[in-house]
């Protein structure tokens, strides 16, 4: 019977749930599995386990019951080991590693953070700074609306300046919302958001952080931004580089076509 | 023990939040590579489909067209659509004002579930609900 593993915390956790429904359908209830001064929060693997909707919520409140009382490091969604003593025997075998992990990350939650533009106000924003592009819409407009390839022409430039403005907005909600964090980590980049970043917290500065998040959406009005935490450290949980985010962020301007 | 702060935009307990928080469960989080990892298939169309929209000729014609629209006198602050925003963000209520690349994502990790769950479904005790096929996807609403 193989055994999906939900994340890894300190033997002395206080608050593990021990028998909360987790994956599958009826959900598995939650065990947990010890070896040395380590713990695994684990359940039985339902055969045929998919990513659906369902088993990643599972998965997520699994954890996020788990964190609410200490620090867990969160697994990754799915992932299975053949029996339950694999995993006591990957705990023996890696504790060390874990032990320091559950230390830098003990009391720090994961706060991510996603910013994308207002789209009316970005554009007001473009056409204000740029005299070409009011220029040309002023144009189109007299034309009664301009020929397909005014538009195209138009739309391109405008185009080009939100794209523009996306890689500095991002920069900056991350510049503002870095010092009331004690780590960073930079997620995906997509065209859904300019800024999607996870912030590592102190519990206690948990207020702080998010009074920072209150003051970039005062001072940015034309974005929108969405704060989800606290998190498990899904993030923060591999130890390297401890600040990747200037080398990513750096990056932005790769995907132009 | 700290008192947690109360959760924004309920990642934990409520499904609209977790579409925000899905690329970390499924792509950040401990990997052992020991373990095996369930199948993801159908899910990671979400990156790619996300990334289509750059910057395509719909694109340019609708930028065109809303700077048409836009009424450069009234400065961006008269744009109606901005108190309510920042109103409602915390609640992440301003999903559907967000913008249609976002939604389009949305719709994508939709599918990939219920295309996951009619791969994986033979010999699970779901069929039987399933076999309702008109009413699945809302009754996939109320049951997740």
């Given at each position: 019977?193989?055994?999906?593993?939900?994340?890894?915390?300190?033997?002395?956790?206080?608050?593990?749930?021990?028998?909360?429904?987790?994956?599958?359908?009826?959900?598995?209830?939650v065990?947990?599995?010890?070896?040395?001064?380590?713990?695994?929060?684990?359940?039985?693997?339902?055969?045929?386990?998919?990513?659906?909707?369902?088993?990643?919520?599972?998965?997520?409140?699994v954890?996020?019951?788990?964190?609410?009382?200490g620090?867990?490091?969160?697994?990754?969604?799915?992932?299975?080991?053949?029996?339950?003593?694999?995993?006591?025997?990957?705990?023996?075998?890696?504790?060390?590693?874990?032990?320091?992990?559950?230390?830098?990350?003990?009391?720090?939650?994961?706060?991510?953070?996603?910013?994308?533009?207002?789209?009316?106000?970005v554009?007001?924003?473009v056409?204000?700074?740029?005299?070409?592009?009011?220029?040309?819409?002023?144009?189109?407009?007299?034309?009664?609306?301009?020929s397909?390839?005014?538009?195209?022409?138009?739309?391109?430039?405008?185009?080009?300046?939100?794209?523009a403005?996306?890689?500095?907005?991002?920069?900056?909600?991350?510049r503002?919302?870095?010092?009331?964090?004690?780590?960073m980590?930079?997620?995906?980049?997509?065209?859904?958001?300019?800024?999607?970043?996870?912030?590592?917290v102190?519990?206690?500065?948990?207020?702080?952080?998010?009074?920072?998040?209150?003051?970039?959406?005062?001072?940015?009005?034309?974005?929108?931004?969405?704060?989800?935490?606290?998190?498990?450290?899904?993030?923060?949980?591999?130890p390297?580089?401890?600040?990747?985010?200037?080398?990513?962020?750096?990056?932005?301007?790769?995907?132009?076509? | 023990?700290?008192?947690?702060?109360?959760?924004?935009s309920?990642?934990?307990?409520?499904?609209?939040?977790?579409?925000?928080?899905?690329?970390?469960?499924?792509?950040?989080?401990l990997?052992?590579?020991?373990?095996v990892?369930?199948s993801?298939?159908?899910?990671?169309?979400?990156?790619?489909?996300?990334?289509?929209?750059?910057?395509?000729?719909?694109?340019?014609?609708?930028?065109?067209?809303?700077?048409?629209?836009?009424?450069l006198?009234?400065?961006?602050?008269?744009?109606?659509?901005?108190?309510?925003?920042?109103?409602?963000?915390?609640?992440?209520?301003?999903?559907?004002?967000?913008?249609?690349?976002?939604?389009?994502?949305?719709?994508?990790?939709?599918?990939?579930?219920?295309?996951?769950?009619?791969?994986?479904?033979?010999?699970?005790?779901?069929?039987?609900?399933r076999?309702?096929?008109?009413?699945?996807?809302?009754?996939?609403?109320e049951q997740?």
């Open positions: 019977m193989s055994t999906y593993v939900y994340g890894i915390a300190a033997g002395s956790h206080p608050g593990l749930p021990e028998g909360m429904g987790g994956v599958g359908d009826p959900p598995r209830p065990r947990i599995l010890r070896a040395g001064d380590l713990a695994a929060v684990v359940s039985e693997a339902p055969d045929g386990l998919r990513p659906k909707r369902k088993e990643l919520l599972a998965h997520q409140n954890l996020s019951e788990a964190g609410a009382a620090c867990v490091l969160p697994m990754r969604f799915g992932s299975v080991a053949p029996d339950d003593d694999s995993i006591t025997g990957v705990l023996a075998e890696r504790a060390e590693h874990y032990q320091e992990r559950l230390r830098a990350l003990d009391n720090r939650v994961e706060y991510n953070v996603k910013a994308n533009h207002v789209e009316e106000a554009l007001h924003q056409m204000a700074e740029s005299p070409d592009i009011r220029g040309l819409a002023e144009a189109n407009r007299q034309a009664g609306g301009g397909y390839d005014d538009k195209i022409r138009l739309g391109e430039m405008v185009a080009a300046a939100v794209k403005k996306e890689a500095d907005d991002g920069a900056a909600v991350q503002a919302l870095e010092s009331a964090a004690d780590d980590s930079v997620g995906p980049e997509s065209t859904g958001w300019l800024a999607n970043v996870s912030f590592l102190d519990r206690d500065e948990a207020e702080s952080f998010l009074a920072a998040v209150e003051q970039v959406r005062k001072d940015m009005p034309h974005l929108e931004v969405r704060v989800n935490g606290p998190l498990p450290p899904y993030s923060f949980v591999e390297g580089p401890a600040e990747p985010a200037r080398t990513v962020a750096s990056g932005t301007d790769t995907g132009a076509g | 023990m700290t008192v947690v702060p109360a959760q924004q309920g990642g934990g307990g409520g499904s609209s939040g977790l579409y925000d928080v899905l690329e970390l469960v499924l792509d950040r989080g990997v052992i590579d020991a373990f990892r369930v993801l298939v159908g899910i990671e169309i979400l990156k790619i489909d996300v990334r289509v929209v750059v910057a395509s000729v719909d694109t340019y014609l609708r930028f065109a067209e809303a700077c048409n629209r836009l009424d006198e009234a400065g961006p602050r008269k744009d109606p659509g901005l108190p309510d925003l920042v109103g409602e963000m915390t609640e992440s209520g301003a999903r559907g004002k967000s913008k249609g690349a976002l939604s389009g994502a949305a719709e994508t990790i939709s599918d990939a579930f219920k295309q996951a769950r009619t791969e994986g479904s033979e010999g699970e005790t779901e069929s039987r609900p076999a309702r096929k008109s009413t699945s996807s809302r009754r996939k609403e997740e």
